[in-house]
């Protein structure tokens, strides 16, 4: 600070250290003369001009000197202003003066880079008023002119009767880009609401007119980014018109996504501004669905979400991690202390559910959990307004505490949203799928959204769609059926989606039509290379799979791996998945050395590749179970244990459908090793989630209670066994084919233990339809000579010896020698061979069976 | 941003601009309310860690200026000086802020958040050229002017001397003298 310089008025100390006069404003005026005409001389000649100039007058030469002087440490100084203010930002285009043959009204907006005029025809030819947005002078940097022109761009794909239309372009005699658009003479859509005081419907009605616009232009990849009141224009006769595509994103590969430069740092509106946008993470439709949210709220309450406030960062911490208010008790917050009018209350009442859940389904902090397009969030009001169930609902996490909800209302609202995903899906997906490799991101996290709600760990979701989905998909899927008869291409992707939804559920039939539809589609339309026809083979695959076809399956995931190959496509995700897929069959077959080798190499895959735990816990369970298959425990244990841990940390507490594998394959390698104690608690565990996350008959509940069930055999508890047992046949019924291997298994468990209690009689007949499904069906080889010596048991407990025999001699010596599962089965044949001859009296035969 | 603070700055620069003198006094702790609020936002947005740049907080400063084009100026002489005396004064007084922050006394000013970069101007002491740019402008009224212009909005030579009405040629010579002048006015004595 320069304290010491104090100055008196209108006066000036002269040269430090010098005359110690003053220096007034006249005085002032003579020096400058004569300074700036010696910094023309150079170096002896400065000195003579000066005194010369000076005439005698000590002081002044003094003062002229000492700042003459000064130059040589002059430098930059100053130079380099603070701010650089743009000229032609405040110097508007004159009114009158011409662009093309419009003439200049007057301005009418100023944007983040140009402003906008109004104008008229310039040729008299006919009346006609636009707006035209000009680049500011000074302002044309490449920059700048290329986001310009992309603006004009984008308005130009942009033919829709609720946006502004593009009409002309051109550049300015002085170089500058411009576009004339339609002039909107409207009011902001807040304003004209509370203006002509609108009805709550014809508030939404409103706004769903503007939905259309918005989700136009996703349809064209564009992203507004800046939604709010301000950019809604509605005019006298009602008409929403969408405007200011100024920071509006085409999305396109060839860009840095969303790359925020520092000309985007304008003015922007933060109560509009969406979580991810305040954090400055990438931008998506998610972001406008976010501020339609916030401006259906401002409509429905007459105010914002978040209390008013003048700190940033208190507005940034609302905008991220306050729930907002529900809209029908901010009206009620709107009133004060006062006793709610009437009006209110009524207002209240219609906003109360279904309009709180979109609005604020809408506004959901992450935008993965908001609406997929705003075509949703649009039908969404649209079946409110008709009276039908809305999609939006609670937040999740509320849902999950509450302790009970009727199944339908929760099946009918989650199966319509699966139905809507579909749907909406569908309309964006051409576009997505076919002109950015950004989009088909986003095409694909629709994908797995669908696919991870059909198979959601919430009981209660998967419950609903289990039960009452499929008439709605089967719907879905006629309506495609019809709707896209000439996009042939479309219609195999959405099969191809619409089947995983199918498969998730368990409808495989539906899925293998599905995907054999979209395969064959695939083929016609798209060259032998397009990864979407691997895809589709893999698909079939793990659908043939589950229906037990695995012969069927193995050609086709050779040949998608293949294709895979050939397109040098497999370092990714879903090549790792042909390859543990295909182990597994070959697993299935006992070539366990090939099997090995395979999951081994999908794992190394799966461990490159970000954001694939739940795929490498499979590989790690798969592993643990070949491990154990072939005796080796501790290895067994070990690639357990870590595919515990993965699929733990993954669910979060919550009941978790892969969890219960875990745990259930755990307890049966402690069964394996004798610890029958530990085992039965890991089982239990596994049954008690199976039961949370799959109220209904469920075949995965099945499974878990026959594993329990033989457990609970080998320790003596055959009671406990038996009732295993029976439930899980009684599953199988109930949701399997009845010559499904799996319903085999638990015919043939039943059959086992039901002589134990004396029940002998019944159970034959089990064991013999157990052994004419697995005859039937012979993945599994040694199931056979299993069933076979059950059946024997069965047959010896009826005192049938003559017919047991034969069964239980011939079955041990093939499980005895079995390299997979059956190995563990013969030491229960043997026993059945001692029991027979024990009954029989035979003890002379015996010898050969005791140990 | 609460509109209110925005229809206040449209009101006081409207009053300004016709002559009322206090009308500067009392916008200045708004511009600053306003500057503060943006500067929060845009650190918000700075996500890579760095710290704001001041060009881009007084950027934003300007065009909320800029905003207010419904104020009708008399001429753009008046608009561009009160740019520039704006700018000029949120520096200022920022910088007077934090000196006395760093001192410990207590310079009853708006002190802004810590995390707005401090301009540092390139190695000139802000409040020392303030201080002499006054008495400058008690010298020369015009030339003044001319160095507020020029540094605090960086417009050109030729910028100037067509808001300014006036040659290309004298805004060169001030300017030339009226650096000296300032120069040696900084030079520590």
């Known amino acids: ?851 | 941003m609460s509109t209110s603070t925005s229809d206040d700055v449209t009101k006081l620069l409207h009053d300004w601009s016709q002559g009322d003198t206090a009308a500067l006094e009392k916008l200045i702790p708004l511009v600053f309310e306003d500057l503060r609020q943006i500067a929060g936002r845009l650190f918000q947005r700075e996500t890579d860690g760095h710290t704001l740049q001041p060009t881009a907080l007084v950027s934003e400063v300007y065009l909320r200026l800029m905003d207010q084009r419904k104020v009708h100026w008399q001429n753009r002489e008046q608009f561009f000086g009160v740019a520039a005396l704006l700018m000029r004064r949120i520096l200022v007084d920022y910088a007077k802020g934090r000196q006395a922050a760093k001192r410990g006394s207590g310079i009853p000013t708006v002190q802004l958040d810590e995390m707005i970069a401090v301009p540092e101007l390139r190695g000139v002491d802000v409040v020392a050229l303030d201080e002499a740019l006054t008495r400058l402008a008690e010298l020369d009224e015009r030339q003044g002017r001319i160095v507020e212009m020029r540094f605090f909005t960086g417009l050109s030579n030729e910028e100037t001397a067509d808001i300014l009405g006036i040659s290309v040629t004298t805004i060169k010579r001030e300017w030339r003298t009226a650096k000296l002048w300032l120069r040696r006015e900084l030079s520590p004595s």
């Open chain 1, 1 to 851: 600070m320069a304290a010491s310089r104090v100055s008196g008025r209108r006066t000036i100390r002269g040269e430090p250290g010098g005359s110690g006069g003053t220096v007034t404003p006249e005085r002032w005026q003579q020096i400058k003369v004569i300074l700036d005409e010696a910094l023309e001389q150079d170096g002896p000649e400065r000195a003579g001009f000066i005194a010369a100039a000076c005439q005698g007058d000590e002081e002044l030469r003094r003062e002229v000197e000492s700042l003459a002087a000064c130059e040589t440490e002059i430098g930059d100084f100053i130079e380099t202003p603070v701010f650089r203010i743009r000229l032609d930002e405040v110097e508007p285009l004159a009114v009158g003066e011409r662009i093309g043959v419009w003439r200049i009204v007057c301005e009418i907006g100023r944007g983040g880079m140009g402003a906008v005029y109004l104008a008229e025809r310039a040729d008299q030819e006919f009346e006609q008023r636009v707006a035209i947005k000009v680049v500011r002078r000074g302002m044309d940097t490449d920059e700048i002119v290329r986001r310009f022109r992309s603006e004009r761009q984008i308005l130009a794909h942009l033919d829709h009767p609720n946006i502004a239309k593009l009409f002309d372009g051109g550049t300015t005699e002085d170089g500058r880009p411009y576009f004339v658009m339609e002039y909107v003479e409207g009011r902001p859509i807040d304003q004209f609401c509370a203006e002509r005081k609108l009805a709550v419907r014809e508030r939404l009605e409103l706004f769903r007119q503007a939905c259309s616009a918005i989700h136009f232009a996703h349809q064209n990849l564009i992203v507004h980014r800046d939604l709010k009141p301000g950019n809604i224009l509605v005019t006298a006769d009602g008409v929403p018109k969408l405007l200011d595509f100024g920071i509006a994103k085409l999305l396109d590969p060839t860009q840095e996504p969303f790359a925020l430069t520092r000309l985007d740092l304008r003015p922007m509106t933060p109560e509009y501004a969406s979580p991810e946008q305040v954090r400055g993470e990438p931008i998506t439709t998610a972001s406008d669905v976010y501020a339609l949210g916030v401006l259906l709220y401002l409509l429905l309450t007459g105010q914002r979400p978040y209390r008013p406030t003048t700190d940033p960062q208190a507005l940034v911490d609302a905008i991220c991690k306050t729930e907002p208010v529900r809209p029908s008790s901010a009206i009620a917050r709107a009133e004060e202390v006062k006793e709610p009018s009437s009006e209110t209350r009524l207002l209240r009442r219609q906003l109360a559910g279904d309009l709180d859940n979109i609005v604020l389904m809408a506004m959901r902090k992450e935008p993965q959990r908001r609406y997929v397009s705003v075509d949703q969030l649009s039908n969404d009001i649209e079946r409110h307004l008709q009276g039908l169930p809305v999609v939006a609902r609670k937040d999740t996490l509320a849902y999950r505490t509450r302790k009970f909800v009727g199944r339908h209302k929760v099946a009918v609202p989650l199966a319509a949203a699966a139905l809507l995903l579909i749907v909406g899906f569908s309309i964006t997906a051409t576009l997505l799928w076919q002109r950015a490799e950004r989009a088909r991101e986003r095409s694909q996290a629709v994908v797995t959204f669908l696919v991870d709600l059909s198979s959601a760990p919430d009981p209660k979701l998967s419950h609903g769609v289990d039960i009452t989905a499929r008439e709605l998909l089967d719907r879905g899927v006629k309506k495609m059926d019809q709707s896209f008869t000439g996009q042939p291409e479309l219609r195999a992707d959405l099969m191809s989606t619409m089947g995983t939804v199918y498969l998730n559920l368990g409808s495989w039939d539906r899925a293998k039509q599905l995907f054999e539809t979209a395969l064959d589609l695939h083929r016609k339309t798209l060259g032998k290379n397009d990864p979407r026809i691997a895809n589709d083979l893999h698909n079939l695959a793990s659908t043939l799979r589950y229906l037990g076809k695995d012969s069927a399956a193995e050609p086709l995931v050779y040949e998608a791996l293949q294709l895979q190959r050939q397109r040098g496509d497999t370092r990714n995700i879903e090549y790792a998945r042909g390859l543990t897929n295909l182990a597994a069959i070959l697993d299935a077959k006992g070539d366990f050395d090939q099997a090995e080798r395979l999951y081994k190499e999908g794992l190394v895959i799966k461990r490159t590749l970000p954001n694939v735990d739940r795929d490498i816990a499979i590989s790690l369970n798969n592993l643990g179970k070949l491990a154990q298959t072939r005796g080796d425990f501790p290895t067994a244990g070990k690639y357990y244990r870590e595919s515990l841990a993965i699929r733990s940390k993954l669910a979060g507490g919550q009941p978790d459908p892969d969890v219960a594998i875990a745990l259930n394959n755990l307890a049966s390698l402690l069964q394996d090793q004798g610890n029958l104690a530990d085992a039965e608690i890991d089982y239990r565990e596994s049954l008690a989630l199976r039961r949370k996350l799959y109220p209904g008959p469920n075949s995965k509940v099945a499974g878990s209670l026959s594993n329990l069930g033989n457990l609970l055999q080998a320790r003596g508890d055959f009671a406990g066994a038996e009732s295993c047992f029976r439930e899980a046949l009684s599953i199988a019924d109930q949701t399997l084919p009845p010559d499904h291997p799996s319903r085999g298994v638990f015919l043939r468990n039943l059959a086992s233990v039901l002589p134990s209690e004396g029940k002998a009689a019944e159970a034959e007949p089990l064991a013999r339809e157990a052994l004419a499904i697995f005859r039937a069906k012979p993945q599994t080889p040694w199931r056979i000579p299993d069933t076979e010596s059950v059946l024997g048991g069965c047959l010896t407990a009826l005192g049938r010896y003559q017919e047991a025999e034969p069964l239980l001699l011939g079955s041990y010596p093939i499980l005895l020698k079995d390299k997979g599962d059956g190995a563990k089965h013969a030491a229960e044949a043997r026993q059945r061979i001692i029991d027979l001859y024990t009954a029989w009296g035979k003890p002379e035969r015996l010898a050969a069976y005791r140990t």
